[in-house]
T-cell receptor, first 112, second 116 residues
């Protein structure tokens, strides 16, 4: 299956700044999820937004979804060095099976 | 809750040998587990869907005779890489969905396979 694309591929910011990552996908979806992965480790689920939702918040995270443009964004506010990781969006196209299609990922580096 | 473990975390094997990787849901039952592979600095690619008590469903381009999957119980799925070659070196990650729940996937910590 085709993957979505994320941009930027890499992002370097200073601690305290906001980080915005974008995800585009190709097919209709049931929901879109964001995950975080520290280098060489497994994935941590951050947030899920359903196709009928436009915006969702969780702590310092804000996710938006525009199904007409087939795109989503993840905003991390007041970033910390500990936020340094790769971030992936993943889409669930529905239809049963709960299969996820992952985007290409954004490598975020937050510097002190 | 919802912890998924993988064993081993790292394995080095010689070309031509087979390697088994285990994925366990520690505190929940999982009818469905997924196996992914990830190359360095790349995204996760779904390899197959593992269903308890039935044959796995493989994604297009994944050789089912090379990547054997067994989901013998509601808490354990295994992936066996048969006759491994250096190009099979990768990071293999599993995930599991609760039998009863919101269908969120819980990911294991991954297994780094190096074939020499």
């Amino acid at each position: 299956s085709q993957q979505g694309e994320e941009d930027p591929q890499a992002l370097s910011i200073q601690e305290g700044e906001n980080a915005t990552m974008n995800c585009s996908y190709k097919t209709s979806i049931n929901n879109l999820q964001w995950y975080r992965q520290n280098s060489g480790r497994g994935l941590v689920h951050l947030i899920l937004i359903r196709s009928n939702e436009r915006e969702k918040h969780s702590g310092r995270l804000r996710v938006t979804l525009d199904t007409s443009k087939k795109s989503s964004s993840l905003l991390i506010t007041a970033s910390r060095a500990a936020d340094t990781a790769s971030y992936f969006c993943a889409t669930d196209a529905g239809g049963g099976g709960n299969k996820l299609t992952f985007g290409t990922g954004t490598q975020l580096k937050v510097e002190l | 809750g919802a912890v998924v473990s993988q064993h081993p975390s790292r394995v080095i094997c010689k070309s031509g040998t087979s390697v088994k990787i285990e994925c366990r849901s520690l505190d929940f039952q999982a009818t469905t587990m997924f196996w992914y592979r990830q190359f360095p600095k790349q995204s996760l690619m779904l390899m197959a869907t593992s269903n308890e008590g039935s044959k796995a469903t493989y994604e297009q381009g994944v050789e089912k005779d090379k990547f054997l999957i067994n989901h013998a119980s509601l808490t354990l799925s295994t992936l066996t890489v048969t006759s491994a070659h250096p190009e099979d070196s990768s990071f293999y990650i599993c995930s599991a969905i609760r039998t009863s729940g919101n269908y969120e996937q819980y990911f294991g910590p991954g297994t780094r396979l190096t074939v020499t």
